[in-house]
């Protein structure tokens, strides 16, 4: 049975606020283990309801827990798909506050920014890639809201994926001229190098995220019009950073991601 709308609101508020300012809470599942993902995705809903209402502008989505190593280390077979609002967007070579943020972690990730429209399930991986205008880096701040980052996937759901910045740079790429399985990154933490991945790390091809989210759409009746932007989950581990820390994520052929933690 789903939780009550008014639980649900209380919970995007109890969200919200650990977001907003930068504190723990427990999982929600310690309080409602009869919590569904359905639920936690109605806490995204009313979060989501929240940015709009207070001026935030919805630009794209992410898919999160989508390689391999993630999942197992979940104990889950599906990603955690999560909302992105301009709010969350940081320059590249900026500094981002670390006193808005709890424990952060850093991921790679390419996005793709779509110039036609996809919807439905049981699309292929030329049709995502047919209606992509161009592919970037992107490096991805993820900071759970969940004491220790320890969660379940319907809390960390709830949690909008632990999403909190993203930043993209590099160079905008055309996806037919790039073999996007076989796209090697580094991670680098003040000059040394602390992961390294090839892109088949997401679901074999980061387009087969796409295709997951959109079968997560089609289920709610939603589509990804032209102009979204979509963050496909990490390559490699996601690194926790501090104060101080400079992060720069190499890509092959994609250019690089630079900034750092004030
Ligand atoms: O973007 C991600 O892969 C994060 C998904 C949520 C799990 C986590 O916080 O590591
Ligand atoms: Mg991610």
């Keep these: 049975m789903s939780l009550p709308d008014a639980v649900i609101f209380d919970l995007a508020t109890r969200v919200l606020q650990a977001q907003d300012q930068a504190h723990t809470i427990a999982k929600l599942t310690d309080e409602h283990p009869q919590m569904s993902i359905a639920d936690a995705y109605r806490v995204q809903d009313e979060l989501r309801r929240r940015w709009m209402a207070r001026g935030e502008r919805m630009v794209g989505l992410k898919a999160g827990l989508t390689s391999k190593a993630k999942m197992q280390q979940m104990g889950v077979n599906v990603p955690s798909f999560g909302i992105l609002s301009n709010a969350m967007a940081r320059p590249e070579n900026s500094a981002i506050a670390i006193d808005e943020l709890v424990h952060p972690r850093v991921e790679a990730e390419i996005a793709f920014v779509l110039d036609k429209p996809l ?144």
């Design 119 to 262: 919807a439905g399930k049981g699309l292929t991986i030329d049709q995502v890639i047919d209606a992509t205008a161009y592919v970037i880096p992107a490096v991805e701040v993820i900071d759970s809201r969940y004491e220790k980052f320890k969660f379940d996937l319907v809390s960390v759901t709830a949690d909008n994926g632990s999403s909190s910045r993203y930043v993209t740079g590099g160079r905008p790429r055309d996806p037919r001229e790039l073999d996007l399985r076989t796209v090697g990154v580094v991670i680098e933490k003040n000059g040394e190098i602390m992961a390294t991945g090839a892109s088949a790390a997401v679901v074999n091809h980061p387009a087969n995220a796409i295709l997951m989210l959109l079968d997560h759409l089609a289920d709610r009746d939603e589509v990804l019009p032209a102009g979204s932007f979509i963050m496909t989950g990490g390559i490699t581990e996601a690194i926790a950073v501090a104060r101080g820390d400079s992060i720069v994520a190499r890509f092959q052929d994609m250019g690089s991601v630079s900034f750092r933690f004030a």
